[in-house]
Protein backbone atom coordinates (compact mmCIF):
# COMPACT_ATOMS: atom_id res chain seq x y z
CA UNK A 1 0.00 0.00 0.00
CA UNK A 2 2.55 2.41 0.86
CA UNK A 3 4.94 1.30 -2.10
CA UNK A 4 1.34 2.21 -4.49
CA UNK A 5 0.73 5.10 -2.72
CA UNK A 6 4.55 6.73 -3.13
CA UNK A 7 4.37 5.83 -6.99
CA UNK A 8 1.11 7.91 -7.89
CA UNK A 9 2.39 10.81 -5.61
CA UNK A 10 5.99 10.56 -7.83
CA UNK A 11 3.51 9.54 -11.40
CA UNK A 12 1.80 13.06 -10.41
CA UNK A 13 4.73 15.36 -9.02
CA UNK A 14 6.61 13.89 -12.55
CA UNK A 15 3.46 14.85 -14.46
CA UNK A 16 3.46 18.43 -13.06
CA UNK A 17 7.46 18.48 -14.05
CA UNK A 18 6.26 17.55 -17.43
CA UNK A 19 3.46 19.68 -18.30
CA UNK A 20 5.40 22.54 -16.77
CA UNK A 21 8.23 22.08 -18.99
CA UNK A 22 6.68 21.20 -22.04
CA UNK A 23 4.71 24.55 -21.49
CA UNK A 24 7.92 26.68 -22.31
CA UNK A 25 7.52 25.29 -25.93
CA UNK A 26 3.69 26.58 -25.89
CA UNK A 27 4.85 30.34 -24.56
CA UNK A 28 7.38 31.23 -27.08
CA UNK A 29 5.52 29.62 -29.78
CA UNK A 30 2.09 31.47 -29.23
CA UNK A 31 3.96 34.86 -28.49
CA UNK A 32 5.81 34.53 -32.07
CA UNK A 33 2.30 33.71 -33.33
CA UNK A 34 0.05 36.27 -31.41
CA UNK A 35 2.73 39.51 -32.28
CA UNK A 36 0.09 40.93 -34.03
CA UNK A 37 -2.48 40.23 -32.48
CA UNK A 38 -4.41 43.47 -30.39
CA UNK A 39 -3.74 43.25 -26.09
CA UNK A 40 -6.27 41.03 -24.88
CA UNK A 41 -6.89 39.10 -28.48
CA UNK A 42 -3.73 37.20 -28.15
CA UNK A 43 -4.23 35.80 -24.19
CA UNK A 44 -7.77 35.10 -24.83
CA UNK A 45 -7.06 32.67 -28.50
CA UNK A 46 -3.48 31.22 -28.63
CA UNK A 47 -2.29 32.19 -24.90
CA UNK A 48 -5.55 29.85 -23.87
CA UNK A 49 -6.02 27.51 -26.31
CA UNK A 50 -2.18 26.18 -25.47
CA UNK A 51 -2.37 26.47 -22.21
CA UNK A 52 -5.16 24.59 -21.61
CA UNK A 53 -4.60 22.03 -23.66
CA UNK A 54 -3.60 19.59 -20.27
CA UNK A 55 -6.92 20.02 -19.24
CA UNK A 56 -8.49 19.18 -23.08
CA UNK A 57 -5.90 15.96 -23.28
CA UNK A 58 -6.81 15.52 -19.32
CA UNK A 59 -10.36 14.86 -20.29
CA UNK A 60 -9.90 12.89 -23.37
CA UNK A 61 -7.62 10.30 -21.45
CA UNK A 62 -9.76 10.27 -18.49
CA UNK A 63 -12.60 9.10 -20.80
CA UNK A 64 -10.97 6.83 -23.09
CA UNK A 65 -8.29 5.21 -20.90
CA UNK A 66 -11.05 4.21 -18.23
CA UNK A 67 -14.08 3.69 -20.46
CA UNK A 68 -17.00 4.57 -18.91
CA UNK A 69 -19.22 8.05 -17.73
CA UNK A 70 -17.37 7.63 -14.11
CA UNK A 71 -14.34 7.78 -15.78
CA UNK A 72 -15.39 11.29 -17.03
CA UNK A 73 -16.07 12.04 -13.72
CA UNK A 74 -12.69 13.06 -13.56
CA UNK A 75 -12.79 15.41 -16.52
CA UNK A 76 -15.42 17.10 -15.50
CA UNK A 77 -13.41 17.54 -12.36
CA UNK A 78 -10.20 18.51 -13.62
CA UNK A 79 -12.14 21.03 -15.88
CA UNK A 80 -14.55 22.37 -12.95
CA UNK A 81 -11.46 22.37 -10.72
CA UNK A 82 -8.93 24.10 -13.53
CA UNK A 83 -11.20 26.75 -13.96
CA UNK A 84 -11.46 28.02 -10.31
CA UNK A 85 -8.12 28.01 -10.00
CA UNK A 86 -7.65 29.59 -13.06
CA UNK A 87 -10.56 32.16 -12.30
CA UNK A 88 -9.35 32.27 -8.45
CA UNK A 89 -5.73 31.89 -8.10
CA UNK A 90 -3.88 32.99 -11.13
CA UNK A 91 -5.22 36.78 -11.32
CA UNK A 92 -4.76 37.14 -7.92
CA UNK A 93 -1.53 35.79 -7.96
CA UNK A 94 -0.48 38.06 -10.91
CA UNK A 95 -1.33 41.45 -9.03
CA UNK A 96 0.79 40.00 -5.71
CA UNK A 97 3.76 39.24 -7.55
CA UNK A 98 4.04 42.29 -9.13
CA UNK A 99 3.10 44.01 -5.66
CA UNK A 100 6.40 41.73 -4.27
CA UNK A 101 8.65 43.06 -6.81
CA UNK A 102 7.38 46.84 -6.57
CA UNK A 103 6.58 47.07 -9.68
CA UNK A 104 2.78 48.24 -9.32
CA UNK A 105 0.56 49.24 -6.77
CA UNK A 106 -2.71 48.74 -8.61
CA UNK A 107 -3.30 47.03 -11.90
CA UNK A 108 -6.03 49.00 -14.45
CA UNK A 109 -7.89 46.28 -16.34
CA UNK A 110 -9.78 46.70 -19.68
CA UNK A 111 -13.31 46.68 -18.56
CA UNK A 112 -14.24 46.25 -22.11
CA UNK A 113 -11.92 42.96 -22.16
CA UNK A 114 -13.48 41.66 -18.84
CA UNK A 115 -16.70 42.34 -19.69
CA UNK A 116 -16.66 40.14 -23.39
CA UNK A 117 -14.58 37.36 -21.62
CA UNK A 118 -17.05 37.38 -18.74
CA UNK A 119 -20.12 37.18 -20.36
CA UNK A 120 -19.06 34.98 -23.25
CA UNK A 121 -17.93 32.55 -20.03
CA UNK A 122 -20.56 32.97 -17.98
CA UNK A 123 -23.32 32.11 -20.64
CA UNK A 124 -20.96 29.00 -21.95
CA UNK A 125 -21.35 28.00 -18.20
CA UNK A 126 -25.09 28.33 -18.03
CA UNK A 127 -25.29 26.35 -21.28
CA UNK A 128 -23.05 23.28 -19.43
CA UNK A 129 -25.24 23.83 -16.48
CA UNK A 130 -28.58 22.88 -17.93
CA UNK A 131 -26.64 20.04 -19.25
CA UNK A 132 -25.34 18.62 -16.40
CA UNK A 133 -28.73 19.25 -14.69
CA UNK A 134 -30.53 16.91 -17.13
CA UNK A 135 -28.95 13.90 -15.91
CA UNK A 136 -26.88 12.72 -18.60
CA UNK A 137 -24.95 13.78 -21.49
CA UNK A 138 -25.97 13.35 -25.25
CA UNK A 139 -24.32 13.73 -28.60
CA UNK A 140 -25.44 17.23 -29.16
CA UNK A 141 -24.55 18.61 -25.83
CA UNK A 142 -21.35 18.37 -27.04
CA UNK A 143 -22.10 19.49 -30.40
CA UNK A 144 -23.76 23.02 -29.13
CA UNK A 145 -20.84 24.03 -26.35
CA UNK A 146 -18.26 23.65 -29.80
CA UNK A 147 -20.74 26.02 -31.52
CA UNK A 148 -20.49 27.90 -29.31
CA UNK A 149 -16.98 28.13 -28.92
CA UNK A 150 -16.56 28.67 -32.72
CA UNK A 151 -18.77 31.69 -32.77
CA UNK A 152 -16.62 33.37 -29.82
CA UNK A 153 -13.29 32.48 -31.87
CA UNK A 154 -15.70 34.39 -34.97
CA UNK A 155 -16.09 37.30 -32.64
CA UNK A 156 -12.70 37.11 -31.75
CA UNK A 157 -11.63 37.25 -35.31
CA UNK A 158 -13.89 40.13 -36.26
CA UNK A 159 -12.47 41.95 -33.64
CA UNK A 160 -8.73 41.31 -34.75
CA UNK A 161 -9.62 42.38 -38.46
CA UNK A 162 -10.50 45.89 -37.21
CA UNK A 163 -7.66 45.94 -34.63
CA UNK A 164 -4.46 44.02 -36.17
CA UNK A 165 -1.48 45.46 -35.52
CA UNK A 166 1.97 46.03 -37.19
CA UNK A 167 4.49 43.00 -36.82
CA UNK A 168 6.89 44.51 -34.05
CA UNK A 169 9.10 41.79 -34.26
CA UNK A 170 10.15 39.21 -31.91
CA UNK A 171 13.52 38.53 -29.74
CA UNK A 172 14.13 35.02 -28.50
CA UNK A 173 14.97 34.70 -25.12
CA UNK A 174 18.83 34.14 -24.63
CA UNK A 175 18.51 30.36 -22.46
CA UNK A 176 16.95 29.31 -25.72
CA UNK A 177 19.94 30.26 -28.06
CA UNK A 178 22.59 28.03 -26.58
CA UNK A 179 22.47 24.78 -27.59
CA UNK A 180 23.62 21.87 -25.25
CA UNK A 181 21.44 19.11 -27.15
CA UNK A 182 22.23 16.58 -23.82
CA UNK A 183 20.80 18.75 -21.08
CA UNK A 184 18.02 19.93 -23.58
CA UNK A 185 17.04 16.37 -23.96
CA UNK A 186 17.24 15.52 -20.40
CA UNK A 187 15.04 19.27 -19.25
CA UNK A 188 13.02 19.02 -21.59
CA UNK A 189 13.97 22.48 -23.49
CA UNK A 190 11.75 21.80 -26.38
CA UNK A 191 12.40 25.21 -27.85
CA UNK A 192 16.39 24.68 -27.98
CA UNK A 193 15.62 20.92 -29.32
CA UNK A 194 12.96 21.90 -32.37
CA UNK A 195 14.68 25.33 -32.89
CA UNK A 196 18.42 23.98 -32.94
CA UNK A 197 19.84 27.29 -32.67
CA UNK A 198 17.84 28.83 -35.47
CA UNK A 199 15.79 31.45 -36.20
CA UNK A 200 11.87 31.08 -35.55
CA UNK A 201 9.77 31.38 -38.24
CA UNK A 202 5.86 30.70 -38.42
CA UNK A 203 6.29 27.41 -39.31
CA UNK A 204 9.02 26.54 -37.08
CA UNK A 205 6.81 27.66 -34.65
CA UNK A 206 4.14 25.65 -35.50
CA UNK A 207 6.29 22.93 -35.13
CA UNK A 208 7.06 23.81 -31.51
CA UNK A 209 3.66 23.69 -30.65
CA UNK A 210 3.07 20.10 -32.27
CA UNK A 211 6.38 19.19 -30.61
CA UNK A 212 5.38 20.43 -26.48
CA UNK A 213 1.92 18.79 -27.28
CA UNK A 214 3.65 15.66 -28.09
CA UNK A 215 5.68 15.90 -24.83
CA UNK A 216 2.56 17.26 -22.71
CA UNK A 217 0.65 14.64 -23.84
CA UNK A 218 2.57 11.92 -21.89
CA UNK A 219 2.65 14.33 -18.95
CA UNK A 220 -0.90 14.46 -19.07
CA UNK A 221 -1.63 10.57 -19.05
CA UNK A 222 0.91 9.72 -16.71
CA UNK A 223 -1.47 12.60 -14.78
CA UNK A 224 -4.55 10.30 -15.53
CA UNK A 225 -2.72 7.27 -14.51
CA UNK A 226 -1.75 8.65 -11.22
CA UNK A 227 -4.41 10.03 -10.19
CA UNK A 228 -6.36 6.90 -10.94
CA UNK A 229 -4.03 5.13 -8.89
CA UNK A 230 -3.72 7.62 -6.06
CA UNK A 231 -7.89 7.23 -5.61
CA UNK A 232 -7.87 3.36 -6.16
CA UNK A 233 -5.31 3.27 -3.06
CA UNK A 234 -7.39 6.13 -0.53
CA UNK A 235 -10.73 4.92 -1.73
CA UNK A 236 -11.35 8.33 -2.59
CA UNK A 237 -13.26 9.01 -5.53
CA UNK A 238 -11.88 10.17 -8.62
CA UNK A 239 -13.48 13.35 -8.93
CA UNK A 240 -12.13 14.72 -5.90
CA UNK A 241 -8.71 14.28 -6.46
CA UNK A 242 -8.98 15.66 -10.08
CA UNK A 243 -10.76 18.78 -9.21
CA UNK A 244 -8.08 19.58 -6.73
CA UNK A 245 -4.79 17.97 -7.43
CA UNK A 246 -5.49 17.36 -11.80
CA UNK A 247 -7.01 21.16 -11.69
CA UNK A 248 -3.85 22.49 -10.17
CA UNK A 249 -1.47 20.57 -12.13
CA UNK A 250 -3.10 21.40 -15.55
CA UNK A 251 -3.55 25.04 -14.67
CA UNK A 252 0.66 25.19 -14.47
CA UNK A 253 0.77 26.68 -18.48
CA UNK A 254 -2.03 29.19 -17.87
CA UNK A 255 -0.44 30.44 -14.58
CA UNK A 256 3.26 30.79 -16.46
CA UNK A 257 2.09 32.12 -19.55
CA UNK A 258 -0.42 34.79 -17.52
CA UNK A 259 2.44 35.95 -14.77
CA UNK A 260 5.30 36.40 -17.71
CA UNK A 261 2.34 38.25 -19.97
CA UNK A 262 2.08 40.35 -16.67
CA UNK A 263 5.36 40.96 -15.95
CA UNK A 264 6.03 42.12 -19.75
CA UNK A 265 2.72 44.87 -19.16
CA UNK A 266 0.72 43.14 -20.94
CA UNK A 267 -2.16 43.11 -18.19
CA UNK A 268 -5.05 42.61 -20.16
CA UNK A 269 -3.47 39.17 -21.50
CA UNK A 270 -2.92 38.18 -18.29
CA UNK A 271 -6.37 37.90 -17.32
CA UNK A 272 -8.04 36.98 -20.63
CA UNK A 273 -6.13 34.05 -20.70
CA UNK A 274 -7.31 32.81 -17.72
CA UNK A 275 -10.69 33.51 -18.71
CA UNK A 276 -9.89 32.29 -22.34
CA UNK A 277 -8.50 29.87 -20.74
CA UNK A 278 -11.68 28.74 -18.88
CA UNK A 279 -14.15 29.52 -21.91
CA UNK A 280 -11.73 26.95 -24.02
CA UNK A 281 -12.07 24.37 -21.34
CA UNK A 282 -16.01 24.55 -21.03
CA UNK A 283 -16.96 24.66 -24.49
CA UNK A 284 -14.10 22.40 -26.23
CA UNK A 285 -12.35 20.47 -24.10
CA UNK A 286 -15.84 19.27 -22.40
CA UNK A 287 -17.58 19.40 -25.64
CA UNK A 288 -15.54 17.53 -28.20
CA UNK A 289 -15.15 14.82 -26.10
CA UNK A 290 -18.99 14.40 -25.24
CA UNK A 291 -19.66 14.51 -29.36
CA UNK A 292 -16.53 12.04 -29.51
CA UNK A 293 -17.91 9.91 -27.36
CA UNK A 294 -21.19 9.61 -28.16
CA UNK A 295 -20.41 9.31 -32.04
CA UNK A 296 -17.80 6.56 -30.93
CA UNK A 297 -20.28 4.51 -28.61
CA UNK A 298 -23.56 5.60 -29.82
CA UNK A 299 -25.06 6.36 -26.46
CA UNK A 300 -25.18 8.94 -23.64
CA UNK A 301 -23.08 9.38 -20.31
CA UNK A 302 -24.76 9.39 -17.63
CA UNK A 303 -22.94 9.55 -13.71
CA UNK A 304 -23.66 7.82 -10.61
CA UNK A 305 -26.43 9.89 -8.40
CA UNK A 306 -23.96 10.20 -5.80
CA UNK A 307 -20.92 11.72 -8.37
CA UNK A 308 -23.85 13.66 -10.36
CA UNK A 309 -24.87 15.70 -6.87
CA UNK A 310 -21.30 16.47 -5.82
CA UNK A 311 -20.30 17.31 -9.62
CA UNK A 312 -23.39 19.86 -9.53
CA UNK A 313 -22.59 21.50 -6.60
CA UNK A 314 -19.05 22.37 -7.66
CA UNK A 315 -20.22 23.52 -11.62
CA UNK A 316 -22.78 25.69 -9.15
CA UNK A 317 -20.07 27.30 -6.78
CA UNK A 318 -18.39 27.66 -10.22
CA UNK A 319 -21.20 29.69 -11.90
CA UNK A 320 -21.40 31.61 -8.61
CA UNK A 321 -17.63 32.48 -8.44
CA UNK A 322 -17.17 33.56 -11.61
CA UNK A 323 -20.03 36.51 -11.05
CA UNK A 324 -18.33 37.43 -7.71
CA UNK A 325 -14.63 37.13 -9.55
CA UNK A 326 -16.11 39.50 -12.38
CA UNK A 327 -17.97 42.09 -10.08
CA UNK A 328 -14.43 42.25 -8.02
CA UNK A 329 -12.35 43.10 -11.06
CA UNK A 330 -15.20 45.23 -13.01
CA UNK A 331 -15.58 46.98 -9.56
CA UNK A 332 -13.66 50.29 -8.76
CA UNK A 333 -10.53 51.55 -11.46
CA UNK A 334 -8.19 48.71 -10.78
CA UNK A 335 -7.55 45.76 -9.53
CA UNK A 336 -5.68 46.03 -6.10
CA UNK A 337 -4.44 43.71 -3.09
CA UNK A 338 -7.58 43.65 -0.99
CA UNK A 339 -9.13 42.49 -4.16
CA UNK A 340 -6.63 39.40 -4.57
CA UNK A 341 -7.07 38.21 -1.07
CA UNK A 342 -10.98 38.42 -1.79
CA UNK A 343 -10.85 36.02 -4.69
CA UNK A 344 -8.17 33.25 -2.72
CA UNK A 345 -10.87 33.40 0.16
CA UNK A 346 -13.20 32.45 -2.11
CA UNK A 347 -11.14 29.37 -3.71
CA UNK A 348 -10.05 28.57 0.45
CA UNK A 349 -14.01 28.62 0.66
CA UNK A 350 -13.95 26.01 -2.28
CA UNK A 351 -10.90 23.87 -0.55
CA UNK A 352 -13.02 23.49 2.42
CA UNK A 353 -15.96 22.67 0.74
CA UNK A 354 -13.89 19.95 -0.86
CA UNK A 355 -12.77 18.64 2.04
CA UNK A 356 -15.99 18.49 3.72
CA UNK A 357 -16.94 15.86 1.30
CA UNK A 358 -13.71 13.80 1.71
CA UNK A 359 -13.67 13.76 5.81
CA UNK A 360 -15.14 15.34 8.69
CA UNK A 361 -12.22 17.16 9.75
CA UNK A 362 -13.51 20.37 7.71
CA UNK A 363 -17.35 20.15 8.50
CA UNK A 364 -17.53 23.48 10.45
CA UNK A 365 -16.56 25.32 7.57
CA UNK A 366 -17.10 23.14 4.88
CA UNK A 367 -20.28 22.13 5.39
CA UNK A 368 -22.79 25.16 5.97
CA UNK A 369 -21.14 25.89 2.07
CA UNK A 370 -21.86 21.99 1.10
CA UNK A 371 -25.93 22.66 2.36
CA UNK A 372 -25.62 25.83 0.36
CA UNK A 373 -24.49 24.78 -2.99
CA UNK A 374 -26.91 21.70 -2.70
CA UNK A 375 -30.22 23.93 -1.77
CA UNK A 376 -29.10 25.81 -4.73
CA UNK A 377 -28.39 22.65 -6.85
CA UNK A 378 -31.81 21.37 -5.86
CA UNK A 379 -33.62 24.77 -6.50
CA UNK A 380 -32.00 24.42 -10.54
CA UNK A 381 -32.92 20.98 -11.16
CA UNK A 382 -36.25 21.66 -10.27
CA UNK A 383 -36.60 25.09 -12.60
CA UNK A 384 -34.90 22.71 -15.11
CA UNK A 385 -36.98 19.53 -14.78
Known amino acids: MTGKMLASIIYITTSCIIIWRSSHGFEIASDYLGRKLPPGIKGA ?47 PLVVLMLFTF ?64 ADPGYKMPQEHLNRRPLRDLLTLNMTALVLNGKKITTARAWALLGASTLVMTFGTWLLVYGTDLFGEITQIPLIFVAVVLSAAATSVPDTIISIKDARKGNYDDAVSNALGSNIFD ?104
Not at 58 to 77: E, H, K, P, V
Open 45 to 91: TLNAIASSMPEFLTTIFFLFYLRDADGFSGGLGVVSGSALFNLLIIP
Open 102 to 165: GKRKGIKLNKKVLLREGSVLLFSQLIFVSFLFKGKLVGRHGLILLLVYLLYLGLLFTITRKRRT
Open 282 to 385: IAFALGFPILLYNLIHGESMALNKDLLAFTQEVWVFLLLATFLALAIMLTGKSFTRPKAYMMLGIYLLFLAFVATRVGEEFSTIGKPIGEFLKNVADWIGNQLN
